[in-house]
């Protein structure tokens, strides 16, 4: 080898640990060019999507094609970040979203970047779509086949999460789209864990807790149940049911109001049932017959 090619090879030797894009890597040694290899491939519009309590979102566009993407901007310092066995580390959430990317329903990531204190992470946007929130609050008054069918997509998901080992752990109404075409996609993989550690770990509070949240036994499995529940009562009373302390009373009562087909509030009442154990799980949900047959 001439002298000139052995120089070039020992340029062209870059330590494992800068090149591996995961690492939270103290301040000076952020690669500035997860930037660059960023802007190569996205344009970054200003126009924001939405806005929760871990990051931002914004509208973007892949250069190759100008499909618009939708580019969720976390701070590294306030999430959780987990170690592979590679010792790659990286965000919990960009981890899920990377399990969760072949199954239905569920939002596709499509790329993630390293940019100063933050991770971007790119996913499909759907056009025209709005928060399940927005969606209540745009349909007041929805015809309960078309909640069903709703419904039907988003227990869908969530049994199929479960087979896959993993809790979502945030099933609200902010954090499911739902598009043109009435196709329900879930996001927001910021909270989720596998199930096995779901139910060890108690450090977290759904936005909804059931009535055992204090119980030691903890259990993900009804959570889950309850969360659903307490959707699709929104759905259904067209009114987003968020942190209220004893909802099974006000849902009762706005369900009667709206007359609700006794199917319909069979299935929110199984959900919302008091004794935990006597909740079905998203699978057996799919078999009421409400979501079965309609109503
Ligand atoms: N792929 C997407 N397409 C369109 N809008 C999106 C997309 N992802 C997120 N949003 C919008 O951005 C909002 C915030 O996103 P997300 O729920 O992922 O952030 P968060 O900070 O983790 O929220 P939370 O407060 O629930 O923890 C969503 O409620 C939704 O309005
Ligand atoms: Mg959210």
Known sequence: MDQRK?????LFHVPKSIRTPYQVLPKCNVPATDLEKFRKKYYLHDKKLGKGSYGEVFMGYQRENWKPVAVKKIQLNCVEMLQLD?????PKEVFFLTKVKYIDGCIKLIDHYTVKQECWIVTEYHQNSVTLGEYIFNNQILKENRVLHLFR???STVSKLEIAGIAHRDLKCDNILVDENDNVILIDFGLAESLEKANENLDWAPVNPPPEKD???????????WSLGIILASLLIGMVVSE??????IIAKKM???NISFLSQNLVFQCLNLNRDCRPSPKNILKHPGLVNGV
Request: glycine fraction near 6%; proline fraction near 6%; charged fraction near 25%.
């Open 153 to 155: 997509q988003i227990a």
């Open 244 to 249: 209220i302390e004893n909802p099974i009373e």
């Open 86 to 90: 590679s010792g790659r580390t990286l």
């Open 215 to 225: 119980l030691q036994n903890f259990l993900i499995g009804p959570v889950t149940t």
């Open 6 to 10: 052995a120089k070039r090879k020992v």
């Open 256 to 258: 009667d109001d709206k």
